[in-house]
């Protein structure tokens, strides 16, 4: 690892380094690409857009205090909390959440069962996971069957479906269980399943802004006083 201190006043030289691991836990507060730096029209906004990685606890507060129109785009986890704080802060039919597809997570009430039934579905959910590699789907049907996989956006909303028949034919029933490139390791319970289901949901890219708002794929306009992107973040190591 080469690195240069940066809290010196005065420049200082790289040092170099050998380690055997090296584990990243920072973040440099950048936006990933693309959705920030590809969406439109950002200077028509009349509103404000900022990043989730610079976003402040008082910025919510305010938000929910003045009744603003909020817009939370992304589906990981990161996302999910920041919606879930939003709802608790009183934001329920002025906040919408815009994903380009829901994700899969972990329940974690499946993930704490303690029963002897609970011992049964953790040795099945085990043997689904060695043999994930081998059989993708088999293994995420029993995830679903056991109950341990789960989706804050049911497969059956009006969004998810309009989704599914919008990218992979008419007609066709949207099947986020299916998708397991859109699984990521995290864990919900019930009860933030549920205030995450009861969101308003738009499901589409986001294209454009424009003076009042922000505009996604299949002609949906989603009027907005503030627009936070959730998308992850560049790591600043090169």
């Known amino acids: 690892v080469t690195a240069r201190s940066v809290a010196e006043p005065t420049p200082q030289p790289e040092k170099w380094t050998r380690f055997s ?10 936006p990933s690409p693309p959705h920030e730096q590809t969406v439109r029209y950002q200077e028509a906004f009349q509103g404000r857009i900022t990043h989730a990685s610079a976003l402040l606890p008082e910025e919510l507060e305010e938000a929910a205090a003045r009744l603003e129109r909020v817009v939370v785009v992304g589906a990981s986890k990161a996302a999910c909390d920041l919606v879930l704080a939003l709802r608790r802060n009183g934001h329920a039919s002025s906040l919408t959440w815009a994903v380009r597809r829901p994700y899969t997570f972990l329940r974690l009430e499946a993930l704490a069962d303690a029963s002897a039934s609970g ?11 060695a043999a994930a590699p081998f059989a993708p789907r088999l293994s995420g049907l029993v995830w679903w069957a056991t109950g341990l996989a789960c989706t804050p956006c049911s497969p059956s ?11 992979r034919g008419v007609g066709e029933r949207a099947r986020w269980a299916d998708d397991w490139g859109a699984f990521r390791v995290g864990v919900l319970s019930e009860a933030e399943l549920s205030l995450l289901r009861s969101t308003r949901l738009v499901v589409g890219e986001p294209l454009s802004f424009s003076e009042g708002g922000i505009h996604f794929s299949g002609g949906v306009e989603v009027r907005a006083d503030l627009v936070i992107f ?9």
């Open 230 to 238: 959730a998308t992850g973040h560049t790591t600043g190591d090169e």
């Open 21 to 30: 691991h090296v584990v990243w836990a920072s973040l440099d507060g950048r």
């Open 157 to 167: 909303s009006p969004a998810a479906a309009a989704a599914g028949a919008a990218t």
């Open 119 to 129: 011992a049964a579905l953790h040795l099945a959910n085990g043997v689904a996971a």
